[in-house]
Every structure is written in C-alpha cells, then in structure tokens.
C-alpha cells in the first residue's frame, strides 16, 4: 500500500533516533574508536535486481558490482569463484569486492553457468525471482528488499541521518529457488532454510545479525541445525519474524520455525504491533506468545522502499522483525561485543505496555532510541499536572560508586548497587523496582520494599555542573551500560 505522509509524531521519533547514533559516534570518535559497519544477512527472497540496478542499497551491501551481476568468474588460477549454491539457495559470502573473499570449500561452488535457457535452479544469483504472470507467490517478489530496506532503518532514518553506511552493512541469503511449474513462481524448501542456518554461522563471515522474516516446519531438523549454530558462543544474534496467522507458538500444532524454536541467548522473536490511541496493542494477525514471543515492533504501514525504489508500507511481522535487526546491528557498531548483551539491552529498554501482557513476554515493545543511547544514563521524570515526561541525559554521579533503589524499610536494610551493574530503574504500581546486570537470559524486577526518597547527583550532557535529582521525582532510569574512566570523559566532551 501507499505510505501516508510521516506524522509528526513519527519524525521526532525519527529525529531522536538520529541524534542518538549521531552522539554514540561522537563518544567513539572521541575514545579514538573506529567503527566498524555491522555485518547484517537477509534470509529471504533475495535482492530485487531493480533495487540493485538503480544504486539505493549498494553503499550497504560493499559488494562490488561486477560481482554481483557476474556471479560465475574465473580465477587466475582457472577456478570459478561465485555466489555459491547449496539446494537452489544462492547466498552472497564476498566482501569489498575482493573475489577472495567468497566462502570455498564445505559448499559446492556454482554448478551451471548462467544462461537464459539453463534449468530453474541455474540462476546462480541472490537476485529475486520475477512472478510469472497468472501464477501464486507464496512470497512477494520484492519481500527481500522491502525486509533489507528496514533492517538498515528505513527511508526517513535514511532521509535524516548522513552516514548510515557506515554503520550498517547488509548481505543476502535467498531461500527461495524457481520452479518448472506454470503456476507457481517460486518454491521454498525447508532445507534452503537449514542451509541458511549453517551459511550464517560460519565463523569466517562474521556475521553479527541475522534477520529471518520467512518461517518453515522443518521442525526437528531446524531445532537440531540451530543447536548447531548457537554451539558458536560468538556466532550472530537471529531476530525472527513471530508469523502473521494469528498462532500460538506455545501450541505444537501451530508451532513454526525459527519462531518456535526454545528461548536462546542468540534468538529474538519478534511479534507486530499497532497503535491504539497514544499506546500499543497487538496486531490482530500476529503470532503471539508469552513464552516464546520476546519483543513486539510496529507491524503495520511500516515504510520501506520497493524494488523502484517508491516509498511503500509493508504490513506484517516481516516488516517488525528488521526494525530490531537494525537496532541489534547499530548497538554491534557502537560497541557491544557479546550477542546476549545486545540482546538483553534491546529488551532492557523496551516500554512495559500493559496491553502487550497477555501476547508478549513481559509486554515488550522496541523502543528504539532508548535502546541506541548507550552511552548517556537516560531520566525520565514524572508528569507534573499532565504535562510531558521530562526527559534528561547525561551521566548518573555516584561519589562511592553506589546507587539507592531501596529505601530501608522496617528490618530490610536499603539497597544500593555499583553503576556498574545497574540497568534499569523505575516505580512500579506498588513501589519501585530496579533490573541488574545478572548472567542469564531474562531481565528480571526486582522489587523494592520501601521507595527511595533521597537524592542522587546527574551530569547533564554539555555541563561540568553536577545537580541534585529527588528520587521522588523521578519515574524511570536507564543505565549506560559503559561507565570506564574513559568513557565518563567521552561523554563530557560530546555535543
């Protein structure tokens, strides 16, 4: 469908996020960081050749060209180097144009050159297939860059922020293969998916994030291929799409993968959203589940680009899924090292929607530039007399390195935690409650007995003055994961 024009609720959040990234580059330029793009892979229907003739993406796929479009090549040494095939699946493993770069060994290399008149499977390339007129497509043929579009966030971060490039890059796995049969464009086979597995958690391709907005009921075989692809502790984080036929992954009978797969450390599961009134509730179509379901995102009239490169809104979980597959690839590209702390920092930050309960884990819903701010301790404030929440940032101050979420209470002694291992805090319906940095993959509340009611010292950004917040003023707080010497000097010196 057409895309109405961004309201203005939307282009603040747009703005937001841009000024979040804009300062967590400046944090690292001033450490002396150079950073590296993340490395994102699409599994999907592949690449629309229209998308890729007419330029839009190819600062994020680093790929050259005439690699791209010449998919078999001879070597020096006489050998083919190419976008490799397993089962009719085509992936793309090169990087900067260097055929070097392109995986060999544990995979066949190109089997059939490429020709108009060769066999279905002989297309030897991550382009899409075209729909052949009058058949079905199980996918739309331009799934893949509408997805891709997304995952390198979307046309109006594109629009705002100078330099996503070199924060993002993306790569194509396309899981679909052409078929002999009239009536149908494409096929998927459920090995394709389990190939795609294997592809993605190859060491040497070092892939950070994998976004998966396809589903399959290969089941057992899938279960069993990603149990081999997490064996790899420092292997990518997968974000997968819940489904669009309104199921419970807790029921076998309607279970899918990887969306059914058991709660990992290396998984999101993501589920869609739409708005209602000023909060968030379900998307009628989404999949859903309190055990397995992770994280909602928006899933409705989400804007992306087609294959012409006209603004479209894609509607579904495909089009949630990505949107944290780019906050998981930003938050690679700022700094975080380790899956399961990107991981736990996008469903740290994410808003609490009470709406979300019964369908989400927890009630989750991505917030994106809370998740980006990794280098400021974020403040919200508490309404006063129905006005706006005030928002400050900048850095909490903790002479002894120690911060009071509980106040003393009766015999309970009040609580006080290092920086270090704070992530977030807020009042609760009947008190306050406060999330650690503790090993595992849930983030958990704790509750307070008693509220704190004392004060506590804040930086703001751009001020060398440290002023006293009353915790009863406050609603919630946000915890930079960062808090070396280095980075409280960083962060001083930012605009």
């Not at 294959?307 to 975080?336: I, R, W």
Request: hydrophobic share 40%; with cysteine.
């Amino acid at each position: 469908p057409v895309c109405h024009p961004q309201t203005i609720e939307s282009a603040r959040e747009t703005e937001e996020i841009s000024e979040v990234i804009a300062f967590g580059r400046a944090v690292m330029s001033r450490l002396g960081v150079r950073a590296e793009p993340s490395r994102i892979l699409i599994v999907d229907t592949g690449l629309a050749r229209e998308a890729f003739d007419s330029g839009v993406l190819t600062p994020y796929i680093g790929i050259s060209p005439e690699i791209i479009r010449s998919p078999l090549r001879r070597t020096d040494g006489g050998e083919w180097e190419c976008t490799f095939q397993s089962r009719g699946s085509f992936h793309l493993a090169a990087g900067g144009g260097n055929p070097e770069a392109f995986e060999t060994g544990r995979h066949p290399r190109c089997a059939l050159p490429v020709s108009s008149s060769s066999a279905p499977l002989s297309d030897g390339s991550i382009f899409a297939i075209p729909k052949k007129d009058g058949a079905t497509q199980l996918y739309d043929y331009a799934h893949g860059t509408l997805v891709s579009q997304i995952a390198i966030g979307g046309p109006d971060l594109e629009d705002r922020f100078d330099g996503l490039a070199n924060i993002i890059s993306i790569n194509f796995f396309r899981a679909t293969r052409a078929t002999g049969d009239p009536r149908r464009s494409v096929q998927v086979d459920d090995g394709d998916f389990i190939d795609a597995l294997e592809f993605a958690g190859d060491e040497s391709l070092k892939y950070e994030v994998v976004n998966f907005s396809m589903k399959t009921n290969a089941g057992e075989s899938f279960a069993n291929a990603f149990n081999e692809f997490i064996s790899n502790s420092d292997g990518p984080l997968l974000v997968a799409s819940a489904g669009n036929g309104s199921e419970d992954l807790d029921e076998v009978t309607t279970r899918h993968f990887p969306a059914g797969l058991e709660r990992n450390s290396h998984l999101l599961v993501v589920a869609g959203g739409e708005r209602n009134g000023g909060s968030w509730r379900i998307w009628p179509k989404s999949a859903r589940s309190i055990d397995k379901v992770d994280i909602a995102a928006p899933a409705v009239g989400v804007r992306s680009r087609n294959e012409e490169g006209d603004l479209v809104c894609l509607t579904g979980t495909s089009a949630a899924a990505p949107q944290v597959s780019f906050v998981a690839g930003v938050l690679f590209a700022l700094g975080e090292v380790e899956v399961n702390d990107v991981r736990r920092r996008i469903l740290d930050t994410a808003d609490t929607v009470s709406g979300l309960m019964d369908f989400v884990q927890g009630g989750r819903f991505l917030n994106v530039a809370r998740a980006l701010d990794v280098f400021r301790d974020v403040v919200v404030m508490r309404p006063v007399n129905g006005s706006e929440r005030a928002v400050m940032k900048g850095r909490v101050v903790a002479d002894d390195g120690l911060f009071e979420v509980c106040a003393k209470d009766g015999l309970f002694n009040e609580k006080r935690f290092g920086l270090t291992n704070l992530v977030r805090w807020r009042l609760g319906g009947s008190g306050a409650e406060f999330v650690r940095s503790i090993e595992g993959l849930r983030s958990k509340f704790e509750p307070c007995a008693a509220v704190p009611r004392g004060e506590f010292g804040f930086r703001r950004v751009g001020s060398d003055e440290v002023e006293s917040v009353a915790m009863g003023l406050v609603e919630e707080i946000f915890f930079s994961p960062f808090r070396s010497p280095e980075v409280e000097w960083a962060v001083a010196r930012s605009q």
